[in-house]
């Protein structure tokens, strides 16, 4: 995208002017004003980590990024093949072609579909894309032994899994097709130190495919071993 002098300065996901107020309509209708006016920026091959007390907005958002909360004022400008969407007025249909196509999103919990076997959960979003059965369940086969899941497990459903198993299916089904800008909600937070790692290598092989990369993450050596930069969110400094 171009800046304010008109050169491409390699950013892929520009938002600006955001504003998000929840409204409790069960409860009086009570407003939890949470941002407004948010500038913020991604360029490919950079990883960006949200950083900010508890409570102050980054899970907010990285869900308005993804467009899964509508944001009350501003734009998400994401350039999506070869023109920008602005996915904060995209009608719906154009938001699921971002997402099979441009933008992913390690949520911090798998969301468990009952019944499908984790091979064909990682595999789903390469055959969305259109690459053949065959060649999508190599590349999930592939990531799920690279994070340690049991071969064992992997043509079961995850909902028995534990934790820990579970947000490794989650990184595995979000990383599993390469695209240019990549949301990460805490996708350390539930794991020990070697498959940490593992998503770190990923992290990095990603960043070096040029992929954009928006974070959220406790953990201070991995985010010490991922960041880039550090986005100060607005109202993250002050005290709970
Ligand atoms: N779906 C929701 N409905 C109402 N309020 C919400 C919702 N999600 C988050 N909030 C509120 O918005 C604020 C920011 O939450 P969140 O984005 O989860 O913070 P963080 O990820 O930085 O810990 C909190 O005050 C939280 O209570
Ligand atoms: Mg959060």
């Known amino acids: 995208m171009k800046d304010a002098s008109g050169i491409d300065d390699g950013t892929v996901l520009r938002a600006s002017g955001l504003a998000k107020t929840f409204v409790l309509h069960t409860q009086g209708g009570v407003e939890i004003p949470v941002f407004a006016g948010l500038d913020f920026s991604v360029r490919a091959g950079e990883c960006v980590v949200l950083s900010g007390r508890s409570g102050c907005g980054k899970s907010t958002l990285m869900r308005s990024l993804y467009a899964n909360y509508r944001v009350d004022a501003g734009r998400i400008e994401i350039r999506h093949e070869d023109r920008i969407v602005d996915l904060a007025t995209a009608p719906a249909h154009e938001i699921l ?31 969305a894309a259109g690459i053949d059965a065959a060649a999508a369940e190599r590349r999930a086969a592939e ?39 990549l949301l990460l909600d805490e996708p350390t937070a539930s794991l020990d130190e070697g498959n940490r790692n593992v998503v770190i290598e990923l992290i990095e092989e990603a960043k070096r495919d040029g992929a954009a990369i928006v974070a959220i993450c406790h953990d201070h050596e991995v985010r010490n071993a991922i960041a880039d930069r550090l986005f100060e969110m607005p109202g993250g400094r002050l005290a709970a």
Do not use: C, M, Y
Request: aromatic content about 6%; glycine content about 6%.
């Open 143 to 181: 990531l799920l032994a690279r994070l340690n899941l049991p071969s064992r497990l992997w043509k079961l459903a995850p909902a028995t899994f534990s934790g820990g198993e579970q947000q490794r299916v989650n990184i595995a089904h979000g990383f599993a097709l390469a695209r240019p800008v």
């Open 97 to 127: 072609a971002v997402r099979r196509r441009t933008l992913g999103h390690v949520s911090q919990f798998l969301r468990v579909i009952p019944r499908v076997a984790t091979i064909d959960i990682v595999a789903q979003p390469l055959r």
